[in-house]
């Protein structure tokens, strides 16, 4: 069983940065493959980035292609989520996901095993 919890959001300017962070606890975090979607009200979850199990591959959504970054640390059990140049339409919960399951990783949250509880992004116009 693993256990996920996000931090570092929170509000800031359009054009700001902000840095998520997602630790984990149990289970062995380099088997999984980490994900990263999001939620604004009234709106389905979007994919936002995904990394492997290594790190050496990473995607993302269309929108956030150029801006936000998806990294992790399996010495420290940590994935992050660097995102710059943010706009008013990136606010919305953020949430970290675990997989288990097989392939590189996924864009969907249908192989996602485990979520973390969500940090809220506000991006102010």
């Known amino acids: 069983q693993v256990q996920l919890v996000e931090s570092g959001g929170g509000l800031v300017q359009a054009g700001g940065s902000l840095r998520l962070s997602c630790a984990a606890s149990?289970?062995?975090?380099?088997?999984?493959?980490m994900g990263w979607f999001r939620q604004a009200p009234g709106k389905e979850r979007e994919f936002v980035a995904t990394?492997?199990?290594?790190?050496?591959?990473?995607l993302y959504g269309d929108s956030m292609k150029f801006r936000f970054t998806i990294s992790r640390d399996n010495a420290k059990r940590t994935a992050y989520l660097q995102m710059n140049s943010l706009k008013p339409e990136d606010t919305a919960v953020y949430y970290c996901?675990?997989?288990?399951?097989?392939?590189?990783?996924?864009?969907?949250?249908?192989?996602?095993?485990?979520w973390g509880q969500g940090t809220q992004v506000t991006v102010s116009s």
């Open positions: 149990g289970g062995t975090f380099s088997a999984y493959f």
């Open positions: 996901a675990a997989s288990g399951k097989g392939g590189l990783y996924g864009t969907t949250p249908n192989p996602y095993d485990y």
């Open positions: 990394i492997s199990r290594s790190g050496g591959s990473t």
